[in-house]
T-cell receptor, first 116, second 115 residues
Framework: AQKITQTQPGMFVQEKEAVTLDCTYD???????LFWYKQPSSGEMIFLIY??????QNATEGRYSLNFQKARKSANLVISASQLGDSAMYFC?????????????FGTGTRLTVIP | GAVVSQHPSRVICKSGTSVKIECRSL??????MFWYRQFPKQSLMLMAT???????TYEQGVEKDKFLINHASLTLSTLTVTSAHPEDSSFYIC???WGVGETQYFGPGTRLLVL
């Protein structure tokens, strides 16, 4: 089974509107971390936001927030007030277990296009 | 996160040649670095974990004799693609973990094109 599933290959959003990028995950480990990355056309992977499995509150970082629904195993990224510079590929990722030894699994990504 | 540089950012080479990619941590000491590969329109796949002073750990299906990894110091890890072929053309990115949740940060990447 896929560890991380991103069902939206592409999304469009009007500038200044909010957009939600979907991510579901599959793990039986009670301890895990969820990450979102942005990859613009330059190729660099930019870390956006992190959510730990034991975190009680949804993570937020500026215009980014993570809608963490543990029972549904979903970790959707919400981008508020979209900007043209938000156009990029977005990857959801998960690492199981404690510490840094375990692999980071990536989803297939969602290409977001912000329309002026 | 801390700063990681990669060199070169882009390389074009002939089939059969070897290419060395450097990943340098600029303001921290990285005992462990990770090397990823990303083919066009695909996600990142972990190739190997590079440990300072010891042998790298390769993921299943990654040839250790073809992708030589050296992590001789706490600030430098290198990936050498030996006898490169067109199918090795890809985007290679190094990565390290730091901070809350051992968040993984990535270098700027190296685009390799083998003709």
């Amino acid at each position: 089974a896929q560890k991380i599933t991103q069902t939206q290959p592409g999304m469009f959003v009007q500038e200044k509107e909010a957009v939600t990028l979907d991510c579901t995950y599959d793990t039986s480990d009670p301890s895990y971390g969820l990450f979102w990355y942005k990859q613009p056309s330059s190729g660099e992977m930019i870390f956006l936001i992190y959510q730990g499995s034991y975190d009680q509150q949804n993570a937020t970082e500026g215009r980014y927030s993570l809608n963490f629904q543990k029972a549904r195993k979903s970790a959707n990224l919400v981008i508020s007030a979209s900007q043209l510079g938000d156009s990029a590929m977005y990857f959801c990722a998960m690492r199981e277990g404690q510490g840094g030894a375990n692999n980071l699994f990536f989803g297939t990504g969602t290409r977001l296009t912000v329309i002026p | 996160g801390a700063v990681v540089s990669q060199h070169p950012s882009r390389v074009i080479c002939k089939s059969g040649t070897s290419v060395k990619i450097e990943c340098r941590s600029l303001d921290f000491q990285a005992t462990t670095m990770f090397w990823y590969r990303q083919f066009p329109k695909q996600s990142l796949m972990l190739m190997a974990t590079s440990n300072e002073g010891s042998k790298a750990t390769y993921e299943q299906g990654v040839e250790k004799d073809k992708f030589l990894i050296n992590h001789a110091s706490l600030t430098l890890s290198t990936l050498t693609v030996t006898s490169a072929h067109p199918e090795d053309s890809s985007f290679y990115i190094c990565s390290y973990r730091w901070g809350v949740g051992e968040t993984q940060y990535f270098g700027p990447g190296t685009r390799l094109l083998v003709l």
